[in-house]
């Protein structure tokens, strides 16, 4: 299992990349996809809709499962990768190049608080002993 | 797939594995006072023997009649080998198998029945069957609420049926979804196509034909439904889609979704059930369809196999996400449906359809030449339509039954303004020797009883 150390996580599996124009990726963990199994179907919020930190914004769907994403971070959703639409396997393939949507924070700080690779790795870890 | 009971040794040797006495001592932890195990308004069991005489004392009571009664629930001619097929140790279990890819046979006849249904109505997707048509409109008006995820509110025309409209409020009113009436047009009997709201909409729903019997302005409804941003629900009656074009072709786009009734697929009337209710979409809304979905596939070897497919939308698995609390369908009667589609195939269920259309206007056509009977509604008709008559209703459909003759629905409840009217339908099984029966006795009865005596001398 992968937890890059450039990226920040959330406690529900998500992970959070701090793009260069200021908007933050989002899109679920190594170990998520790995839970979840072969990904059949993501529904995507759709791009202007504003959230609130933890708020539940997007369905993945797994043969087996279908699990909530929750928003990492406070903001306006800027954009939903469409290529998922057609190829979700991608999530299970490259979990970290597979982003699902980005947000546009509210206040950037937040992405600072949000966990790091080893805090992360330990919820894992839990989970999987 | 055998659906056997457990025998009373196994009953004992699973509660012995336990540690429990009897079966009672399942149920300890419910507390005394909760339990209600004394129905005392429940009479002694009786034999079979008692029961069959019973029951057929009590249908005997009911009589055997002429019908002319539609209004939602209607009398076509089942082949015999429908029922007979679908009633084969194989089929008879009402209810869908849990260990669905177990029976083969069942999963194939609904992916045969989901193939059917898909083609009838002209749209990509079709469920395996909900409970009946009321609760299969109330599935899809909570479905297209969700797919337009803006608006909560639901245009449904008063030509619908007025028990399919309670039992959507009924199902949909604690979800804050507002249902929003749209008028008839007087003259016509149709939906006004230039009444919507200004509000908001998720949907509108079009019946086809509507209550009245009349056939709908879909392509213009539709159209503006679109237009206005609105998700379009088809309640077509399953007979008439074997002559009108389908829902997935109403006006530019198609309906969205539509759902409906399917009893006249070989359901027998039966005091009101177990009717079956339909459910199809566009591909694009699939993952909102509620309800068992089977599709069809290839196993290990590479042999075709049928599985329940996209379970992640149902209850055991999304919980209260779920698309619907339903999982379930309503297997025996989508079995029933398949075989008599199976059977008619796309000429005879057209058949079907044109005969009834065809006995329906004879019907008007000899009713309305009775005086004081007319037809107020100008629209085009498929099998049902509205009668006014210059008498009160109820005693003229309470003279008729005297004459063995069921005449109609009475309208004069639920459409008050219509004045004294009734709903009567005409479908294959009436000959033109019934329809001469009924046109008869109406004629009498309207003439004896509610006009003037004739003079005796006539004036010169």
């Known amino acids: 299992m992968s937890t890059p150390e450039h990226l920040k996580y959330t406690a529900s599996h998500e992970w959070v990349r701090r ?29 202007g809709r504003k959230l609130k930190q ?22 306006e959703i800027v954009a939903a990768n469409t290529e998922l639409s ?30 790091d690779a080893v805090a992360y790795q330990k919820i894992a870890d839990a989970e999987k002993s | 797939m055998p659906f056997i009971p457990h025998t009373d040794d196994d009953v004992r040797a699973m509660l012995a594995a336990i540690g429990v006495s009897d079966i009672a001592g399942l149920f300890e932890e419910i507390p005394p006072a909760l339990r209600n195990d004394a129905l005392t308004q429940v009479p002694p069991p009786a034999t079979e023997m008692a029961v069959l005489r019973l029951m057929r004392e009590r249908a005997e009571r009911d009589g055997s009649y002429l019908n002319f009664i539609g209004a939602g629930a209607y009398e076509h001619h089942i082949p015999a080998a429908v029922w007979q097929i679908a009633t084969r140790g194989e089929f008879y279990s009402a209810y869908t198998p849990y260990q669905a890819e177990a029976s083969q046979g069942t999963l194939q006849t609904l992916y045969e029945y989901q193939t059917m249904m898909a083609s009838l109505t002209g749209l990509a997707i079709s469920n395996a069957s909900l409970y009946d048509g009321a609760s299969a409109l109330a599935e899809a008006v909570l479905m297209a609420v969700r797919l337009h995820k803006g608006a909560r509110r639901v245009l449904l025309p008063r030509a619908l049926h ?31 196509a230039d009444a919507f709201p200004a509000d908001d909409c998720a949907a509108l729903v079009v019946p ?16 503006r439904a679109h237009q206005r941003g609105m998700l379009v629900i088809a309640a077509p009656n399953a007979t008439a889609l074997a002559l009108l074009r389908p829902p997935g072709q109403w006006g530019r786009d198609g309906a969205d979704i539509a759902a409906g009734e399917g009893q006249p697929l070989g359901m027998p009337l039966a005091g009101g059930g177990p009717y079956l209710g339909f459910m199809t979409c566009r591909a694009e809304h699939l993952r909102q369809m509620p309800g068992r979905i089977v599709g069809r596939t290839v196993d290990a070897v590479g042999k075709p196999g049928y599985t329940l497919t996209l379970q992640a939308r149902e209850q055991h698995i999304r919980r209260s996400k779920a698309t619907s609390n339903i999982c379930t369908n309503q297997g025996l009667a989508a079995t029933a449906a398949t075989i008599y589609m199976a059977l008619l195939g796309a000429a005879g269920l057209g058949q079907v359809a044109r005969t009834s259309h065809a006995r329906a206007l004879q019907l ?9 009977v007319s037809a107020p509604f100008s629209g085009s008709i498929f099998h049902e339509f509205v009668l006014k008559v210059q008498t009160p209703v109820a005693p003229l459909l309470q003279a008729l ?60």
């Open chain 2, 401 to 460: 039954q005297a004459q063995g003759i069921l005449g109609g629905y009475s309208l004069v409840n639920d459409y008050a303004e219509l004045g004294q009217a009734l709903l009567v339908c005409a479908t294959e099984t009436k000959t033109p020797a019934d329809i001469e029966r009924y046109t008869d006795n109406m004629a009498r009865i309207i003439g004896r009883r509610f006009q003037p005596a004739p003079c005796a001398l006539k004036p010169s």
């Open chain 1, 19 to 47: 793009e260069s124009d200021g908007t933050a990726s989002i899109g679920i963990t190594d170990h998520a996809q790995q839970q979840l199994g072969d990904v059949v179907f993501i529904d995507n919020p759709a791009p």
């Open chain 1, 86 to 115: 057609d190829a979700p396997e991608k999530v299970n393939q490259d979990p970290y190049a597979a982003w699902m949507f980005r947000i546009k924070p509210d206040n950037p700080a937040d992405i600072d608080a949000l966990l």
């Open chain 1, 54 to 75: 933890g708020e539940e914004c997007g369905v993945i769907e797994s043969v087996k499962a279908a699990a909530d994403i929750y928003a990492p971070i406070a903001g």
């Open chain 2, 208 to 223: 086809q034909p509507n209550f009245f019997g009349v056939l709908e302005a879909v392509d213009e409804l539709t159209d």
């Open chain 2, 162 to 192: 007025p028990v399919w409209r309670r039992v959507v409020r009924t199902l949909v009113r604690n979800q804050g979804i507002e249902l929003i009436g749209l008028p008839y047009d007087p003259h016509t009997g149709q939906t006004r």
């Open chain 2, 364 to 372: 008007r056509d000899a009713l309305t030449a009775i005086a004081g």
